[in-house]
């Protein structure tokens, strides 16, 4: 097996060995349509050739962008597009989402088993600008419109906006009560913790999440025909469980949890959670070969495949978690999905070499490194731009 020198926390670099092949998905999760449903949240591949300010414009690369919604299909797995794994707001503004998501939804429809959600939210609104909250509800509306006019279904995105302008946690009862009231679709619902975005600090009208849980669930509660589910990001189980148990028949409960994802979605004797993660970006075919276990009545199985995986996803998303998408990109780039480590706005610099030759590590140690040495070399070339040989 193919050795690298890979720098430590102290300076030191150490020998590592590739341990590991790839995983053998098997029947995957194209047998699994009644075990559990499984979004993964996908990320963009920036343009390299472009010649634009990456720092402030949004250049991708369509056809390989693409191309890896095809690949996330081909496994069995649903795509959550335009969301924060796809950089929505950190970098792809909604111009550009709105173009990813007739993309996709296109390529979609090329696909009779295609199961695609695509995020809609409030950030064509200034933050720096005065609004109001009516001016939410009408963004919002802007967004649905636009997605729905495509045939899209809906995941309803946390918004800065809402959580900039909202007064108590009945400003949060009017602006979903209105909004749910025009979808067509039921929608998901997303709670993203401010630890992957600090702008939605205090969501629902309250810091403290026991309280902002309760004004969530009044919302569900309300409205629960136009209620598909709701993705809750907060990397606590105790809290996903504690809501999922109280959600309103039918309505599912789609972990987002990257830190503990494995036994969420097994569940316990009381229900289990649906997924919709960004880590299932970087680890698509162990998720696959995991659900078509889970699906066949085989949990042990289903560990076996999901659990390598955790400490490989609890560093990609460790603090600061609003940077993980550069992890996920780098593994792209190392199972050869994308011929480039670059990213929207110069996020490829989010993370430092020690924290992605770790990453390098963990992968090999979950087995999601599709061809070990095309991945060694490409790892060896990130060293030497970073100066390590």
């Known amino acids: 097996m193919t050795t690298l020198r890979l720098p430590v926390a102290d300076r030191r670099l150490e020998d590592y060995r590739v341990k ?67 950089q929505r707001g950190m970098g792809v503004d909604w111009k550009t989402a709105l173009e990813l998501i007739r993309r996709s939804l296109a390529a979609a429809k090329r696909r009779p088993d295609a199961l695609i959600a695509s995020g ?14 009516d001016d939410v509800i009408a963004a919002y509306e802007d967004q649905i419109e636009a997605v729905e006019a495509m045939g899209g279904r809906l995941v309803l995105m946390a918004s800065r906006a809402l959580a900039k302008a909202a007064q108590s946690p009945d400003d949060y009862l009017r602006v979903y009560d209105r909004v749910l009231s025009q979808v067509r679709e039921p929608v998901i619902i997303h709670w993203l913790g401010k630890m992957f975005d600090p702008a939605l600090a205090g969501y629902w009208g ?21 209620v598909d589910g709701v993705k809750i990001s907060l990397l606590s189980k105790e809290k996903e469980i504690a809501m999922r148990r109280r959600l309103p028949a039918g309505v599912r409960m789609y972990t987002g949890d990257d830190f503990n994802y494995a036994e969420l979605i097994a569940g316990d004797e009381q229900g289990h959670s649906d997924a919709l ?22 949990e042990v199985g289903f560990h076996a495949f999901l659990a390598p995986t955790v400490p490989l996803s609890r560093h990609i998303f460790k603090a600061p978690t ?22 929207i706005g110069g996020q490829q610099s989010a993370r430092s070499i020690v924290h992605l030759a770790e990453l390098f590590r963990l992968a090999d140690a979950a087995r999601v490194l599709r061809d070990p040495e095309l991945a060694a070399t490409r790892m060896r070339q990130v060293l030497a731009v970073a100066g390590v040989s």
């Not at 920036?46 to 250049?59: C, F, G, H």
């Not at 902002?212 to 009044?218: K, S």
């Open 120 to 133: 809609v939210g409030t950030d064509h609104l200034l933050l720096d600008a005065g609004f109001t909250v």
């Open 206 to 226: 309250s810091p403290d999440h026991g309280e902002a849980m309760e004004t969530a669930l009044a919302i569900i509660a309300a409205n629960p025909t136009k």
């Open 277 to 298: 993660l960004g880590i299932f970006d970087a680890i698509a075919p162990a998720a696959s070969a995991a659900l078509g276990k889970l699906s066949d009545g085989d």
């Open 20 to 86: 590991n092949g790839p995983l053998d998905v098997g029947r995957g999760a194209r047998a699994n349509t009644a075990c559990r449903i499984a979004y993964s949240a996908v990320h963009v591949v920036a343009d390299p050739r472009a010649d634009n300010d990456p720092w402030l414009d949004a250049a991708l690369d369509w056809d390989k962008t693409i191309a890896f919604r095809e690949y996330i299909w081909d496994l069995g797995l649903g795509v959550a597009e335009a969301m924060d794994t796809a």
């Open 322 to 343: 609003r940077f993980y998408k550069t992890g996920v990109v780098f593994l792209a780039y190392l199972n050869g999905l994308q011929d480039h480590f670059t990213m």
